[in-house]
């Protein structure tokens, strides 16, 4: 089976789905990130030819990164984007308000940053209602969370059903 029937078998399933549990388009969010870089120093000079020494200027923040985090809506509606920044806490400057800036040690989106930017970003977008965490609650706590009603309704959107009869699964076995 070659990917075009694939793509179709696939698009046919999604929106069974989407249409079987009543799913609004502007409910469904794809999110992406990017790594990028405050400094990237060429890999290129030019200077004139015989030259022994070339002067290389950076700005010395070559290993400063962050990560950009872009998503849409399935109505084609663009989510502001979130940036996260590679260090503890966030820098005491104005940014611009349509961009969400958060701060992580690591500089990438993790669990927390997740949660954080669906409920800021795509879940406000799409006027889904959805209560904070309580505050100085961490990921060390070794007692056994309850889930939120959030977490409940996912759960239910997400519960697999590919164990249909009809349903060969999306990639082939060789």
């Not at 070339?54 to 990164?65: D, F, M, P, Q, R």
């Not at 990438?108 to 669906?118: N, R, V």
Request: proline share 4%; glycine share 6%; aromatic share 6%.
């Amino acid at each position: 089976m070659d990917y075009q029937v694939r793509v179709v078998i696939f698009s046919t399933y999604c929106r069974d789905k989407i249409t079987g549990k009543n799913i609004v388009h502007s409910h469904i969010t794809n999110m992406d990130e990017i790594p990028l870089t405050f400094d990237i120093p060429l890999t290129h000079t030019v200077e004139k030819k015989g030259t022994s020494m070339v002067a290389i200027c950076t700005t010395g923040h070559e290993k400063l990164s962050f990560t950009v985090v872009l998503g849409c809506h399935g109505n084609g509606q663009k989510l502001p984007p979130m940036v996260i920044f590679k260090r503890k806490t966030l820098p005491k400057e104005a940014f611009p308000a349509r961009v969400v800036v958060k701060a992580n040690q690591k500089g990438w989106m993790d669990e927390e940053k997740m949660k954080e930017g669906l409920r800021e970003v795509a879940f406000a977008k799409a006027s889904i209602n959805v209560e904070a965490e309580p505050v100085g609650k961490s990921d060390s706590d070794d007692e056994e969370e309850e889930l939120g009603i959030l977490d409940i309704e996912i759960a239910q959107l997400f519960n697999s059903d590919t164990e249909d009869e009809n349903f060969d699964g999306f990639v082939a076995e060789e």
